[in-house]
């Protein structure tokens, strides 16, 4: 589907692509295979994460199968499009993290040539849309939307539980701290935390 030396591209014009899910669900493995072959296509590629996100590592995005990659921290959308400059390719992982300039920046990217691909969770762990995520959505080439296990019945899931008692829409964690459910399973747990 996705062509690492597109005909798109030689115009100038370069292109969004959404990969969005809940944890777990293999956003970052999936970030980081695209980037991986347009490697192999010798693209130049730049890899961004926000500051905030700093669990595995300070300058690799790591998926939860310790698949890794080198990236840069950035603690605004603004500073992606000064460093992009001499690339062709560049990823962006953990999006929901960034303001809604990062909408901006992507379509900027875009518009110059690059192929961006952003990785992102589409909702939080209360189930309502993440940050710039649903924006990111609309304005993408192309959306992908990736899915986890649930870890109660072992089926799909698209939600991303927190089993802790922590009221802050951003808490950063592990499975200590995070599961991916069902719908059923998430309608469950949530109905259990309110009594
Ligand atoms: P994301 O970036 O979406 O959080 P990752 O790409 O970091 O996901 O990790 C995906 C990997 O997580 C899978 O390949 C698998 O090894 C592991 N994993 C752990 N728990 C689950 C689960 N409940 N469902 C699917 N994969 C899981
Ligand atoms: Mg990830």
């Not at 999936?30 to 590629?45: F, N, T």
């Not at 901006?104 to 939080?124: F, P, Q, T, Y």
């Not at 599961?179 to 747990?189: G, M, P, V, Y």
């Amino acid at each position: 589907m996705f062509l690492e030396r597109s005909i798109n591209q030689a115009d100038g014009i370069g292109w969004i692509e959404v990969i969005c899910g809940s944890m777990f669900s293999g956003k970052t493995e999936e970030l980081i295979r695209r980037v991986k072959r347009a490697k192999l296509a010798k693209q130049k590629i730049k890899i961004f994460k926000p500051k905030k996100d700093l669990r595995y590592d300070k300058k690799k995005v790591t998926s939860h199968d310790k698949n890794s990659i080198k990236s840069k921290p950035v603690s605004k959308p603004s500073k992606i499009l000064k460093l992009s400059e001499n690339f062709e390719v560049i990823g962006i992982d953990e999006a929901q993290f960034f303001d809604d300039s990062i909408v901006g920046v992507c379509n900027e990217l875009a518009n110059s040539g690059k192929r961006v691909i952003v990785a992102g969770l589409d909702m939080d762990y209360k189930g309502n849309p993440f940050g710039p995520m649903p924006n990111l959505m609309a304005i993408a080439e192309y959306v992908t939307k990736v899915h986890a296990v649930c870890s109660k019945s072992g089926k799909m899931a698209s939600y991303t539980n927190r089993i802790v008692a922590n009221e802050e829409l951003i808490l950063l964690g592990d499975t200590k701290k995070y599961q991916a459910l069902s719908r059923k399973e998430f309608i469950k747990s949530n109905t259990l935390k309110k009594t």
